[in-house]
């Protein structure tokens, strides 16, 4: 087998260097965009919940026994487009809602045993021919009867800034991995031989 080895001491300790760095700033780019992306995760779910809130204070139930949900749901601005994806189920997992967006999908399937009872349920999925979700679900009792509010909203955003910020990273890291390599390649002392073992 043929290769090529670094004849200079100082070359083989600037590529053990370049390799050691090269790895702790992968890390460091890794962990500082995973911690972004839950941050900006935490945010999506307090905003999630605060949407279903504001969607229990629409929500009644018609003389014919049809759920109602208000017109304008959880925005403050009526003109605002709504961009959440909304349903809402009976306790036996019987579909009472949908809105416009999710149309006939299903927000993750018949309701789990014990699934927003005891507070908010929240979780990541994708929808069907669709984007990936955050979602949270809450048991609401509406007058005498129970309803779970199963609310949703898009986490490409999310997914799109983890994305660029490591890319911008890890090209920004790239450079300065070659500086120091660069500088000990144009260093005269530096040949290289080539060995058979």
Do not use: C
């Amino acid at each position: 087998m043929i290769r090529l080895k670094p004849r200079s001491v100082r070359t083989r300790l600037t590529l053990w260097y370049v390799a050691a760095l090269g790895g702790i700033l992968v890390l460091f780019a890794a962990g500082t965009s995973a911690f972004l992306f839950l941050r900006l995760r935490e945010a999506l779910d307090a905003y999630v919940v605060d949407d279903i809130e504001a969607v229990e204070a629409q929500l009644s139930f018609r003389p014919d026994g049809a759920l109602s949900v208000g017109p304008s749901g959880a925005k403050e601005d009526p003109d605002a487009p709504d961009d959440r994806y909304l349903e809402i189920r009976s306790p036996d997992g019987s579909v009472l809602y949908r809105n416009d967006r999710l149309g006939a999908r299903s927000l993750d399937g018949s309701p789990q045993p014990g699934e927003g009872k005891n507070g908010y349920s929240e979780r990541s999925m994708r929808l069907q021919n669709g984007p990936r979700l955050r979602i949270a679900s809450r048991l609401h009792t509406l007058g005498t009867r129970p309803v779970l509010i199963r609310l949703g909203h898009t986490e490409e955003p999310l997914w799109r800034e983890f994305k660029e910020l490591l890319t911008v990273l890890l090209l920004g890291f790239r450079l300065r991995l070659l500086l120091p390599a660069s500088a000990d390649m144009r260093s005269p002392g530096v040949r290289f031989h080539r060995s058979t073992e």
